[in-house]
């Protein structure tokens, strides 16, 4: 029955069905029958609220609408626009520096929002229109646009690792650390793939004219402003070791770092001071709120300091206090942001209901049992396996979005990848690197989707140039975005083939010694009684479980009580 099920809830999904509902459906349908066919125990069902409930007890979910409310909050705020602006007068002198810009604002972005729809649609409304005002390709213009905005999926703080790291009961925090050096690389790719294109058809993407750039140059005294920045930071990190947690020196030190480097910058615009140039200034000032709340967000996270969920909270109130600065704070921002990051969260945990209850019968026929003997039997291991499974997720992300990938097939893929030895990190950094594709497959591409929703459909008479210019047809957006998605999956290989890009985040795990537990657990002591510490004669063993012969739990000895004898 297990494969009759998985292929009914393909066809439900290929025809439309809303995939919370089919789920549901398929479940309670295939669990009838197999009660009818002696297939099914009656008495699965009875676990049926607990999972439930248990979907709604689920702190970690809670980080969902938390990151989706502070990416509303920033699309809404103006940070996007003045970054692709500022960005992009840096970048403008060199050919393809428009591009360059739209993916380092779309990384930015990425761990800053969280969110696909307000990456794309927010770069598609400011950098398209410039773009192809200074005669950029309109299929590398649109795949740049689209491709950069989907690295939402893989960089921290992802809305799609949270699902991973659930589905695959692992930490969040874990899974944000293991992606972060593959979402660089991946940006990195892209940004190769511009430096190419700019090599082979210079005409493809023409640098920015000098009357474009209204900042000016000054790059000099920018770069020795990082410079400095950079020597105070490691100056700093030196001076802490010994002082915090061990791995977070670098952290703290370049935070306090970006704080003075952007004093100097909010104070020569202020004073006009002339100690930086103009487009220096103004580089500062932009970067360095996302940069902050990076830090706020993820920082917190790396050392320890904040769970993801209390980091998304922290993340909401940064965005907020953003937007509050920049003067877009009001009503009806917060009452927008509110609803969307309602519906969403409505959405994700819909869909997780449902995908309960189809898991439970699926579960109740040993569907887990036949995916599991299906794919540990493939021939070549390790390798066998991530080829298959990759190829497979990838040829569902055609017609499937990420949300509903991470529900139906990663529970089933998890159990089968574990009894392989692979690690789950990894595992899941290979799968969300592979599910961004979803974004960006024609002719269902979401990314593609709102970037068509935006960008022009009829021809149109440019604000700036006064030039007659000619729409962006789908066919271009699609043949695009081809190439990027190229090279998602020469990325899928790379992880695979290089797994310590993912690994870092086993660095800095904190190890127990049991001898130095028991060590200080027997110098501990409580009032009125005896000692913390293991029962008479217990030799070696952590204390705290119990001690043998019916002792109070963690050994201690109360007045009165007869000391638990050795075994």
Known sequence: ??????????????????VAFALAACGLFYAVVG?????????????????????????????????????LILERSGMAEDLLDTIGQLFGPIRGGLAYAVIFVGALLAATTGVVAASVIS???????????????????????????????????????????????????????????PGIVLSCLYAGYVFLMSMLYPKSCPALPSEARTLGGGVTSLAVV??????????????????????????????????????????????????????????????????????????????????PTEGGAMGAAGAMIIALAKRRLNLSLMSQAL????????????????????????????????????????????????????????????????FELAFIVVPLLGPPAEKLGIDLIWFGVILAVNMQTSFMHPPFGFALFYLRSVAPK??????????????????????????????????????????????????????????????QMRNLTIPGGGGFGPPPGFSGGIPGLGGPGGGAPGGIIMPGMPQPKAP
């Not at 909010?266 to 990076?294: D, F, H, Q, W, Y």
């Open 123 to 181: 770069m598609g409304l400011i950098s398209l229109p410039i773009m192809l005002r200074y005669g950029y390709d309109r299929r590398l213009a649109s795949g740049v646009i689209a491709a950069s905005g989907t690295l939402a999926q893989i960089i921290p703080p992802s809305l799609v690792l949270i699902v991973m790291a659930d589905q695959l009961g692992r930490s969040v925090g874990d899974m944000y650390e293991g992606a972060f050096i």
């Open 1 to 18: 029955m297990a494969p009759i099920m998985f292929t009914s809830l393909v066809i439900f999904l290929l025809l439309g069905y809303p």
């Open 339 to 402: 609803d969307s990051t309602a519906k969403l969260s409505a959405f994700v945990v819909f869909i997780l209901v449902g995908a309960r209850v189809f898991s439970l019968t699926f579960y109740g026929v040993n569907g887990h049992r036949w995916v599991e003997d299906l794919l540990i039997s493939l021939p070549g291991g390790q390798t066998g396996f991530l080829i298959v499974v990759n190829v497979m997720v990838f040829l569902l992300a055609f017609f499937l979005d990420f």
């Open 35 to 71: 009660i009818e066919m002696g297939l099914f125990v009656p008495n699965f069902l009875q676990a049926l609220p607990e999972r439930v409930y248990g979907t709604m007890n689920n702190d970690v979910l809670l980080a969902i609408p938390f990151f989706t409310f502070m990416g």
């Open 458 to 519: 009829l021809p149109y008479t440019d604000k700036v140039t006064g030039h007659s210019m000619e729409p962006v047809t789908t066919g271009q957006i699609y043949w695009g975005a081809v190439p990027f998605v190229v090279i998602q999956c020469i990325m899928v290989g790379l992880v695979i083939a290089f797994p310590q890009m993912v690994m870092v985040y086993k660095g800095q795990q904190v190890t127990i010694d049991p001898k130095k537990v028991e060590e």
């Open 226 to 307: 990082a410079l400095l920045t950079f020597g105070l930071a490691f100056w700093k990190s030196n001076l802490l070791v010994g002082y915090v947690q061990k791995g977070s020196e670098g952290i703290i030190a370049g935070f306090a770092a970006m704080i003075v480097a952007y004093a100097i910058a909010v104070a020569n615009k202020a004073l006009k001071l002339n100690l930086l140039s103009r487009l220096a200034t103004e580089v500062i000032v932009v970067l360095m709120p996302p940069l902050g709340l990076i830090f706020l967000v993820l920082g917190t996270i790396f050392i320890g300091l904040a769970t």
